[in-house]
């Protein structure tokens, strides 16, 4: 069965770093796009990154230009690097995919950005 396995989260200061992964098995990895979503707390869940499957990134405004999506299609995993975070950025990050007509959701990971 599909499953998709977020880690790297945790609490990070404002201006700081973190790299998320999405481990990834049950669907033929290679040739479909996977998205990070995340959800703040109180609202709605939102799209942060794309990645088609030859690897094109497509980004939300709010993170266009301090995350950086990328894949690894021999390990099955696809990657957030996040830089410069702020408070804004506190969310349940979440990977995705949309194969046979069905999302997938891994069970997310949590980013606390917090002074």
């Known amino acids: 069965q599909v499953q998709l396995a977020e880690s790297g989260g945790g609490v990070v200061q404002p201006g700081g770093s973190l790299r998320l992964s999405c481990k990834a098995s049950g669907f033929p990895f290679g040739i479909y796009a996977i998205n990070w979503y995340r959800q703040p707390p109180g609202k709605q869940r939102e799209m942060v990154a794309i990645?088609?499957?030859?690897?094109?990134?497509t980004y939300s405004d709010s993170v266009r230009g301090r995350f950086t999506i990328s894949r690894d299609n021999a390990a099955n995993t696809v990657y957030l690097q996040m830089n410069d975070l702020n408070p804004e950025d506190t969310a349940v990050y979440y990977c995705?995919?949309?194969?046979?007509?069905?999302?997938?959701w891994g069970q997310g990971t949590q980013v606390t950005v917090s002074s």
């Open positions: 990645t088609s499957s030859l690897g094109r990134a």
């Open positions: 995705n995919v949309y194969w046979s007509s069905i999302h997938y």
